[in-house]
């Protein structure tokens, strides 16, 4: 029995003795839990002090303000991941969008009081939740300031781990020198300035932004997004062969979008500059486009607005599996706009659907506003859709279910052009009035 008994404790140390040989490879805890830090913390760090981190989280609004201020600084980051660790709440409200009343919901954040309501149709504020009294609403405090600038671009991959941002605000009138915040014109008046690397699973839920412009001149609004104003502009990348980025899993929900004067704008980004794909997005938004700036050519609008995107400049850009809902109304007749996409270039579509209502607009899609390419020299255009469906009723003056005008064919020199419009098994449920030319797909 003895022998027995001192065999077991044997074992038992043998087995101690070889798991103590392999702690001392691990890491100690304080080195595990360096991989991750808030970015208050990675703000305040030295450069030496920043290695080897993998996550900066975002906890707070402060996080994101440090993000801001870390950009705007001219700091570079290493290759960490930025994480939203909880719902993050800019402001003290909360917006709720009501597509059947066409109303807009502005609640107090910290005690759930309606404080006005937003008459999309009559453009005007209503006091509390019900009734007829008329106010002059006004937001108290500064709106949010995007983060990172046009100059100094948010080149890191987002992670919005399904998690909400609300509150986000801004009010600009460049017409009169005004702003909420005190950043450029440049950084629209988003969440971003400028994207350009993977944004994925972020909820923006409640936003509340209105920008006018004095025209479409340089040193002023160019492009405006909720998520993004844009993605960043390089003039030596190729048509095709510039940086592919992703928007994937994101939604921008009960938000209220006005945009007099400027060029480019969407509910997820205003112009993309580079290759871009979107995978499961979602927005459902109210809108009003005012351009009171024409061209040359009176027939040809300026200004392009898109659900999703409003101008995408480079090729081979993908939506998939995307879905938009709300209503955009143009005031001028001036707007070219798409249910998913102002202006395309050479760009794919698949398993999409719009539901957006769009009223009056000069030229109107289900997905795509207008499909061109410039007018200079050999270009190969590229329109394709599958499995996608238009359940929006859009109305103006040259509409389509699915393209609203490709404008290739109105240029002189068409015919040194290859031309590719795909459309497969898609369809247009959606009611179609055009006043110069419409049609079911394609106006």
């Known amino acids: 029995m003895k022998k027995s008994y001192y065999k077991y404790i044997s074992v038992i140390l043998s087995i101690c003795l070889m798991l103590g040989s392999f702690l001392i490879?691990?890491?100690?805890?304080?080195?595990?839990?360096?991989?991750?830090?808030?970015?208050?913390e990675y703000y305040n760090m030295t450069d030496a002090?920043?290695?080897?981190?993998?996550?900066?989280?975002?906890?707070?609004?402060?996080?994101?303000?440090?993000?801001?201020?870390?950009?705007?600084?001219?700091?570079?980051?290493?290759?960490?991941?930025?994480?939203?660790?909880?719902?993050?709440?800019l402001s003290d409200y909360d917006f709720k969008y009501d597509s059947y009343t066409e109303t807009t919901f502005i609640y107090r954040h910290s005690s759930g009081e309606c404080l006005a309501r937003y008459d999309e149709t009559n453009r005007c504020f209503y006091k509390g939740a019900t009734g007829d009294q008329k106010t002059d609403f006004t937001f108290e405090g500064e709106g949010?300031?995007?983060?990172?600038?046009?100059?100094?671009?948010?080149?890191?991959?987002?992670?919005?781990?399904?998690?909400?941002?609300?509150?986000?605000?801004?009010?600009?009138?460049?017409?009169?020198?005004?702003?909420?915040?005190?950043?450029?014109?440049?950084?629209?008046?988003?969440?971003?300035?400028?994207?350009g690397d993977s944004i994925s699973n972020l909820v923006i839920d409640g936003a509340f932004l209105s920008v006018s412009d004095t025209g479409l001149s340089a040193g002023n609004y160019d492009s405006i997004g909720v998520l993004a104003a844009r993605s960043p502009k390089n003039d030596n990348e190729s048509l095709l062969y510039s940086p592919l980025h992703k928007i994937t899993s994101c939604s921008v929900v009960n938000a209220?979008?006005?945009?007099?004067?400027?060029?480019?704008?969407?509910?997820?980004?205003?112009?993309?500059?580079?290759?871009?794909?979107?995978?499961?997005?979602?927005?459902?938004?109210?809108v009003y486009i005012d351009s009171a700036v024409k061209t040359e050519l009176s027939f040809l609008p300026r200004v392009s607005f898109g659900m999703i995107t409003g101008y995408l400049s480079k090729g081979d850009s993908y939506f998939y599996n995307c879905t938009s809902q709300g209503t955009v109304t143009d005031a001028q007749n001036i707007a070219q706009i798409g249910g998913i996409c102002g202006t395309a270039r050479y760009v794919f579509f698949d398993s999409c659907?719009?539901?957006?209502?769009?009223?009056?607009?000069?030229?109107?899609?289900?997905?795509?506003?207008?499909?061109e390419y410039p007018t200079i020299g050999d270009s190969y255009v590229l329109i394709q859709l599958k499995n996608s469906v238009n359940i929006g009723n859009i109305s103006g003056l040259c509409v389509g279910g699915m393209i609203g005008l490709c404008n290739v064919f109105t240029t002189p020199d068409y015919t040194s052009r290859n031309v590719s419009l795909i459309i497969w098994n898609c369809q247009n449920n959606g009611s179609i009035s055009g006043t110069l030319y419409a049609g079911g797909f394609i106006g």
Not at 56 to 71: A, C, M
Not at 159 to 165: K, L, N, S, T, V
Not at 353 to 362: E, F, G, P, V
Request: glycine residues 8%; neutral net charge; charged residues 15%.
């Open 353 to 371: 659907i719009n539901k957006t209502t769009i009223h009056s607009a000069c030229i109107a899609g289900g997905f795509v506003g207008q499909a």
């Open 256 to 286: 209220h979008f006005t945009c007099k004067n400027v060029p480019n704008s969407g509910i997820i980004t205003g112009s993309c500059y580079r290759r871009i794909q979107f995978i499961s997005i979602y927005v459902s938004a109210s």
């Open 144 to 195: 949010w300031n995007p983060i990172g600038s046009a100059e100094h671009p948010f080149l890191q991959p987002f992670d919005g781990q399904g998690h909400r941002i609300t509150g986000l605000w801004n009010i600009c009138d460049a017409a009169a020198g005004t702003s909420s915040t005190n950043s450029p014109a440049a950084d629209g008046a988003g969440l971003f300035a400028a994207v």
């Open 49 to 89: 002090q920043k290695k080897g981190f993998s996550f900066i989280f975002l906890y707070t609004r402060d996080d994101l303000v440090y993000l801001d201020k870390y950009l705007e600084e001219g700091r570079s980051f290493n290759k960490e991941t930025i994480e939203l660790a909880n719902d993050i709440a």
């Open 25 to 40: 490879y691990l890491p100690a805890p304080s080195a595990l839990a360096a991989t991750s830090c808030s970015m208050t």
